[in-house]
């Protein structure tokens, strides 16, 4: 929490966040609210978030936010998310009549789908049939951040200690009740490689689809003020996520995107108040990059991906070499090292001596199992 102090507190300011664009024909739209914030944040939270905090807002005051935000879309949406910056079904986030409230105000409204962003052990029959009892078939998706489907790189990179096990009975869940799974993939993940980065992502997207997840949907990181993250790569140990990486994902991705089970989003900033090393190429490509990919993402032409392919930079021949360069030291010696490095920046903190030990010890027993 050290890292998380001095975080901007959006949500003291704003009541929500508003985003609308195209995919694949159709209009597309979320809607973020306002709420005290992530319930894992508060205890720090994972490594690359800061969907900020927000004063306690009661239920009434989250069904206005709500309110006022539909009211403010330009035009109905095929597909519109509303959630806030952290779980939907968590009440210690969203209390149950603001969630509630929140449904009956959509199912008043002319957008034709709804969907909402959960963690996975928030997700239950119940409250599953508690929600569709008020939208009946227009409750469609639920979103999901899964990051990674391997335990190990969950706990120990990312600080999401997400079983996922877990995941797995949330996506039955969700399968039994006809809702669509969106399983959220990060690519930047701290302490891997870019090669490491990629094979994790696609494994990650196959594992989903695997046990009955709708579609994927690939996120590659970017690095935002107050953040774990920003104070890995001040130290050096992190570099911010390249788009030619991003690309590769895409490339190794294409049969699952050409079924409609993978798809792109959040490789640009839309301006958010907080990036401050987004993943991107060189100054030279980075606006025809950015142009492809979006065009990619409205109609999944895959003519467009052969000019990203086929793209002649500087950068990407210097983000080649680094992607084929071979990891002198395992992933259990990287983390443990960038842990003491952390633990050496903080003169306060408490992650020093016997419990940094113990801590390391612990990882490296769970570590051989990973790798069994």
């Not at 508003?18 to 005290?36: H, P, Q, S």
């Amino acid at each position: 929490m050290l890292i998380r102090r001095d975080a901007e507190r959006y949500w003291d300011m704003n009541k929500f966040s508003i985003r609308e664009w195209n995919e694949d024909g159709v209009r597309e739209g979320g809607i973020w609210f306002k709420t005290m914030g992530c319930s894992h944040e508060w205890s720090g939270g994972c490594v690359m978030c800061d969907y900020s905090f927000g004063s306690k807002t009661d239920s009434s005051g989250m069904i206005d936010c709500v309110e006022e935000a539909l009211e403010s879309m330009q035009e109905p949406c095929h597909n519109l998310i509303i959630t806030p910056s952290g779980s939907m079904l968590d009440e210690k986030e969203v209390p149950r009549d603001a969630l509630f409230g929140i449904l009956k105000l959509f199912a008043g409204s002319e957008h034709k789908f709804m969907g909402m962003e959960s963690r996975a052990d928030t997700i239950t029959q119940p409250i599953i049939r508690q929600c569709k009892e008020i939208l009946g078939g227009r409750f469609r998706r639920v979103y999901i951040g899964l990051e990674c489907s391997n335990t190990w790189i969950l706990k120990y990179c990312i600080n999401k200690n997400q079983d996922t096990k877990v995941v797995k009975h949330a996506f039955e869940i969700l399968k039994a009740e006809q809702v669509e799974i969106i399983a959220n993939i990060l690519l930047g993940i701290p302490f891997l490689t870019p090669k490491e980065n990629v094979e994790y992502a696609v494994a990650s997207a196959k594992w989903a689809i695997a046990n009955g997840c709708t579609k994927c949907c690939i996120f590659p990181v970017h690095i935002k003020k107050h953040t774990h993250l920003e104070r890995l790569a001040k130290l050096g140990i992190y570099t911010q996520t390249s788009l030619w990486t991003y690309i590769e994902v895409i490339r190794k991705l294409k049969e699952e995107i050409q079924a409609g089970k993978v798809t792109i989003d959040w490789f640009e900033t839309y301006e958010a108040y907080n990036i401050i090393y987004p993943a991107r190429t060189c100054d030279n490509c980075y606006v025809d990059v950015l142009s492809l990919l979006r065009k990619f993402t409205e109609t999944k032409d895959f003519e467009i991906l052969k000019n990203l392919e086929e793209y002649g930079c500087e950068c990407k021949k210097d983000w080649k070499d680094t992607y084929e360069k071979n990891e002198e030291y395992s992933l259990v010696d990287r983390v443990e090292k960038a842990y003491r490095r952390l633990a050496e920046d903080f003169a306060d903190s408490k992650w020093k001596g016997a419990r940094l030990e113990e801590l390391i010890i612990t990882m490296r027993m769970e570590y051989e199992e990973h790798l069994q």
